[in-house]
């Protein structure tokens, strides 16, 4: 039981170009999201998903894009990587949102650095 | 709009003794706390949660303390270990539109001394 595993650890990146987080989760969770974590700002929400084929925004989705085919997968692209995009992206899921199946598990993060 | 704070961005303590992390929140309509533990280069861990309906809900080691009155949640940790030093979290579900979406804090790292 692996939890939830986002690839690449680290990545490096130009401003302009494009690029894919991947999370995916082995414990059949219906919820699913990505939180960007930058210095003293805590975790900030990007989008998220409550079931295969639904998504929606979080706090700061400009810039950022996600999909939803399968309850395993949630790839989040960054179409036109910008400086400001800099930041440790984390992915989690959860069973549900009703009390008691809404506690998030977290993948290890994805350090990202846009030049 | 919402936000969620803690009071210290570092606690110090010695290892032993009992730690208490502090949060305050904004929206008097907040009905879901939790608490997150994050060590270096890894991603946030549940710790507690607790429902507004409660003013306090034990775990192995850990209390949180709910005052709705005040809009205050604190994190109690006792008798302290090292392998308590990490950053800690607080955050409350926003149920506008039954999205569950969590607000986070900054985090407060507590540094453990032997």
């Known amino acids: 039981n692996a939890g939830v595993t986002q690839t690449p650890k680290f990545q490096v990146l130009k401003t302009g170009q494009s690029m894919t987080l991947q999370c995916a989760q082995d414990?059949?969770?219906?919820?699913m999201s990505w939180y960007r974590q930058d210095p003293g700002m805590g975790l900030r929400l990007i989008h998220y998903?409550?079931?295969?084929?639904?998504?929606d925004q979080g706090e700061v989705p400009n810039g950022y894009n996600v999909s939803r085919s399968t309850t395993e997968d949630f790839p989040l692209r960054l179409l036109s990587a910008a400086p400001s995009q800099t930041s440790v992206y984390f992915c989690?899921?959860?069973?549900?949102?009703?009390?008691?199946?809404?506690?998030?598990?977290f993948g290890a993060g994805s350090r990202l650095t846009v030049l | 709009g919402e936000s969620v704070g803690l009071h210290l961005p570092t606690l110090s303590v010695q290892e032993g003794d009992n730690s208490i992390i502090n949060c305050a929140y904004s929206?008097?309509?907040?009905?879901?706390f939790i608490w997150y533990k994050q060590e270096s280069g890894k991603g946030p861990q549940f710790i507690i949660d607790?429902?507004?309906?409660?003013d306090k809900r034990q775990g192995q080691r850990v209390t949180v303390l709910l005052n709705k009155t005040v809009k205050h949640l604190s994190l109690q940790i006792a008798a302290t270990q090292p392998g308590d030093s990490a950053v800690y979290f607080c955050?409350?579900?926003?149920?506008?539109?039954?999205?569950?979406?969590?607000?986070f804090g900054q985090g407060t790292t507590l540094q453990v001394k032997p």
């Open positions: 989690a899921s959860s069973w549900g949102l009703a009390s008691g199946a809404n506690v998030l598990t």
């Open positions: 414990m059949n969770h219906e919820y």
């Open positions: 998903s409550v079931g295969a084929g639904i998504t």
């Open positions: 929206n008097s309509a907040s009905d879901y």
């Open positions: 607790i429902r507004s309906n409660m």
């Open positions: 955050a409350h579900g926003d149920r506008s539109g039954n999205t569950g979406k969590l607000i």
